[in-house]
Structure formats: C-alpha cells, structure tokens
C-alpha cells in the first residue's frame, strides 16, 4: 500500500498520459516560458509554489523501496535528475516515466528489475520532478538528443535496455528509430500514440477532465483505472487523493509546451531492429489493446505483443509482479 500510495502521488500524472494530454490541452498549451527565463525557482510559477511541491516530493522519496545513488548530470537541455539502482557491473536500464510523473512511479518496479539489471530511472527532463530544463523542448528530436547526451553522461555505452511507460514509451519508441546501435532491448509498457491514435472516448471524456474542478479529474480517473478503482477503499481513497495532488502539480510548475505522442508509420515499424516488447492491458482506454495487437501482428511480426490481464493503463501498478516478470524474462539472454 506505501508504493500504492507512492505511485499516485509522484506527481499525480505519472500513470496516463491520457491525463497529462487531456490538462495540456487546457493548462500546458501557452507556448514554453523562454530559455533565459531560469530564476532562482525555475522550473516553478514562484519560491513559494518550488516549496510547497518539493515539501510533497520529499515525503514521496520517503516510499522509495530501495537503497539508490542519486545523480544530478548536465546536458544541453539542463540538469537531469537520476535514481541509480543495481549492480554496478549489470547491464545498464534507463526507465522513463508517463507525461506529468517523475522517477518515484518506478517504485513498484524497480526492485525486482535492479535485482539484474543497474536500473537508472530518470526525472524526465522538462516534467515534474527535481531535473531542472535550461531550454524548452520542441520537437520529438530535443527527446531523442536529450536521452543521447544522458546516455553520455551516465557513460552508459551501447546496449542500453530501455522501458518506457505511456509518454516514455513513446520515447523510447523514437530513440530506437534514431540510434539502434545504442540500444539493446526495449520494453513499451502503453506507450501514448506509437501503435494507435489515442480513441474517440478518450478524447470526449479527458476533454472534460481538463475542466479545473476536482469532480471531473476524479470522474475521468474512475473511469480510465477501473481496475484500481474496484479494488479496496483505500485504493480509492487514494485515487480521490491523487485528483487533488494533480492539480498541485500543475499549479505549481511554469505552463510548458508538450509534443503529442505521434503513431509510428508502417514503414517505421518496419525498420524497428531491436527487440522490442509491447505489454498492454485488458481494459486499456486510450486505445483499443485488440487492435494495438492486430496491428503490430500485422505490419511489425517481429516485435513481441501481450496482454496484461486485469489491468488498464496501470498496468505497471495494479499487475506490478506479472508485468516485472515479462520484462525480466524478455530481457534475459
């Protein structure tokens, strides 16, 4: 229940990009606050609201499951924030988060996974979370620069396994396009676009949850986690919890830009070399997971499909130790 409890609370997005999207469309669509624009509270609206966000996500770092090195390292976007987990002679693993999350969504996970493998998860660098971003980003190229010149920093070398959750997955998806030669497996956990636009229902109830009132985060988030929200009532409580965290979040942070998650083309799909394992759940709402399969089955065979029984778009949550062992047994030689 404490990484439960965790995982709602890293920044209130971080298990939907759907979520993130449907507040960007409302909130995040001013244009990015320019690069000089780096005060002292940067990347914060003000001193105050840096306090009060941070006073949040050090009571979250208390939940974190594991014993990490925690990294700070530069690149031409800015500082970039990292949990480093693992054997130090283990092949290395970079987990990138959902829209709107931070590193700590990683908590029911990263236990089993640097058990292996040195896990590095990642603040994605302009989203909530201690990395600070020195220049906006602007297209899904700043994403896949940005995570080369990390790679560098962390002197990570080639073979990196890379997983990716919602909005990270479709990063992940685009970093493989760019530099296959870095990249040794890949894991999309469902990933935001990549496979399928996001769905006409989607689309109409996240355009409501945009709305600045409580009642319709809470609506939308019952309905795109059934799974968590027919569980327990202190999974519910905890889902109520998070449509008030949420908002912290937002209102704390500088309106940013966001880059839609773009669907891969057949031919994109095609050129994938890498190995590479879809996982999405049952109930998914941003897309149809049938036709997610069908379509991957169809244009792209070698890239392994699955569905995660008992679970939507948090899988990483609710099925946490089924969907570990997927990606443990994928990523095994």
Do not use: C
């Amino acid at each position: 229940m404490r990484i439960l409890r965790l995982v709602l609370i890293a920044g209130g997005l971080a298990l939907t990009v759907p979520v993130s999207l449907a507040i960007g469309m409302a909130v995040w669509s001013f244009a990015a606050p320019p690069a000089t624009d780096v005060a002292e509270y940067h990347p914060f609206r003000s001193p105050d609201a840096k306090a009060r966000y941070l006073e949040l996500y050090e009571v979250m770092e208390r939940d974190w499951p594991v014993v990490s090195e925690l990294r700070t390292v530069s690149t031409s976007h800015g500082q970039t924030f990292v949990r480093v987990t693992g054997p130090t002679n283990a092949p290395p693993m970079v987990l990138l988060h959902g829209a709107g999350g931070s590193s700590l969504h990683w908590g029911p996970n990263v236990e089993a996974l640097s058990e292996h493998y040195r896990t590095y998860a990642v603040d994605i660098i302009d989203d909530f979370g201690r990395s600070v971003y020195a220049r906006p980003i602007e297209s899904a190229d700043d994403y896949v620069r940005w995570l080369d010149e990390l790679f560098d920093a962390l002197e990570l070398g080639d073979d990196v396994h890379l997983v990716g959750l919602s909005y990270g997955g479709w990063m992940a998806s685009q970093y493989a396009l760019e530099h296959p030669d870095r990249v040794g497996k890949v894991v999309l956990l469902a990933p935001g676009g990549t496979v399928l636009p996001l769905s006409a229902g989607w689309i109409r109830k996240a355009v409501l949850s945009a709305l600045p009132h409580r009642y319709f985060t809470r609506r939308f988030l019952y309905w795109l986690m059934e799974d968590l929200a027919r569980g327990s009532d202190s999974s519910r409580a905890l889902l109520d919890e998070w449509a008030d965290v949420a908002f912290l979040g937002v209102a704390s942070y500088k309106p940013r830009s966001m880059i839609p998650p773009s669907v891969l083309t057949n031919e994109e799909w095609q050129s994938i070399t890498v190995p590479m394992l879809f996982l999405v759940g049952e109930n998914e709402k941003i897309y149809s997971p049938e036709r997610a399969i069908e379509r991957l089955v169809r244009v792209a065979p070698q890239v392994q499909a699955e569905v995660i029984p008992g679970a939507g778009h948090d899988l990483s949550l609710v099925r946490a130790r089924l969907v570990n062992q997927k990606v443990l047994e994928f990523l095994t030689p």
